[in-house]
């Protein structure tokens, strides 16, 4: 009903900058949240950043600073710009979305296919 589709991974040096994004579609009521995870084979998969509807924001203490995370509404579509990236960034980044679908009055999570994201030192 509802799919998660991500772009802007790729191969870039330390210190260099990308940006993904995430757009949703299908048929959606509300959006509660919107949010980037990360998970490095054999290890659990982590939160890098949220933003809620009510326009707070979270990090993790390791991309604090170096990340930012924001919102189209209007297009359904949440991105994570990326800055002064490490090697320990390196990773395959999954977007969530936690919205009610179609006339759904509960909430769901949905995940996005996950994109990779490699830093060389």
């Known amino acids: 009903q509802v799919q998660l589709v991500e772009s802007g991974g790729g191969l870039v040096q330390a210190g260099g900058s990308l940006r993904l994004s995430c757009a949703a579609s299908g048929r959606i009521f509300s959006i509660n949240a919107m949010g980037w995870y990360r998970q490095i084979p054999g290890k659990q998969r982590e939160l890098v950043a949220v933003?809620?509807?009510?326009?707070?924001?979270n990090f993790a203490d390791s991309v604090k600073g170096r990340f930012t995370i924001s919102r189209d509404n209007a297009k359904n579509t949440v991105y994570l710009q990326m800055n002064s990236l490490k090697p320990e960034d390196t990773a395959v980044y999954y977007c969530?979305?936690?919205?009610?679908?179609?006339?759904?009055?509960?909430?769901?999570?949905?995940w996005g296919q996950g994109t990779q994201v490699t830093v060389s030192s």
């Open positions: 933003s809620n509807s009510g326009g707070s924001t």
């Open positions: 969530n979305f936690r919205l009610r679908a179609g006339t759904s009055l509960v909430a769901h999570d949905y």
